[in-house]
């Protein structure tokens, strides 16, 4: 599970002093597609993104959903710098890749985009969770700006 790994990672970190960054990603207008489309296309849309998420993790890496359509990436021995460029490069293939509506919808496909939020570990965290606190701060920042961007 990657709150496990996630809680084994910080305390790895904190012992050896090293570094790790973490990636928090919510889809944008998520209510909105369920609104519109219903929840079976909401949890195709998900799955879509889940999909390309896990297609390009590396083995040491760990996600799974926080939340609704929220979703936890734990980067280990990855600096913020680098964190920032996997969630950039995940965000312009998540915009590019297109959800297929179905016949219903007169196969329509669907644009996605995601906000992310990425943070580093600090020694300054006492708990795991103040990790999560800061990529979930970063997050908030990237829909107050306009959503479908990085922040950090």
Same mark, same amino acid.
């Given at each position: 599970?990657?709150?496990?790994? *996630? ?6 970190? %904190?012992?050896?002093?090293? &570094? ?9 207008? *998520?209510?909105? /597609? ?21 297609? +390009? ?13 929220? *979703?936890?990436?734990?980067? #280990? @021995?990855?600096?913020?710098?680098? =964190?920032?460029? /996997?969630?950039?490069?995940?965000? @312009?293939?998540?915009?590019? &890749?297109?959800? #297929? ?6 196969? !329509?496909?669907? %644009?996605?985009?995601?906000? =992310?939020? /990425?943070?580093? *570990? ?10 999560? !606190?800061? =990529?979930?701060?970063?997050?908030? !920042? +990237?829909?107050? $700006?306009?959503?479908?961007? /990085?922040? $950090?």
């Amino acid at each position: 599970h990657w709150q496990t790994l *996630f809680e084994q990672e910080f305390l790895r970190c %904190k012992r050896y002093e090293d &570094t790790a960054s973490v990636i928090m990603m919510d889809i944008d207008h *998520f209510k909105q /597609v369920n609104d519109t489309y219903g929840h079976q296309i909401g949890d195709r849309a998900i799955q879509l993104i889940a999909d390309i998420i896990l297609g +390009s993790q590396r083995e040491t890496d760990a996600c799974g959903r926080y939340g609704g359509e929220e *979703f936890v990436i734990l980067l #280990p @021995k990855t600096s913020l710098n680098d =964190a920032v460029l /996997v969630a950039e490069r995940l965000r @312009k293939q998540i915009e590019e &890749t297109l959800l #297929p509506l179905g016949k219903e919808y007169n196969d !329509e496909q669907l %644009k996605l985009t995601v906000s =992310a939020g /990425v943070a580093e *570990f600090s020694n300054e965290f006492s708990i795991a969770e103040n990790w999560l !606190e800061k =990529a979930d701060a970063a997050l908030y !920042e +990237s829909k107050e $700006k306009g959503r479908n961007q /990085v922040s $950090k």
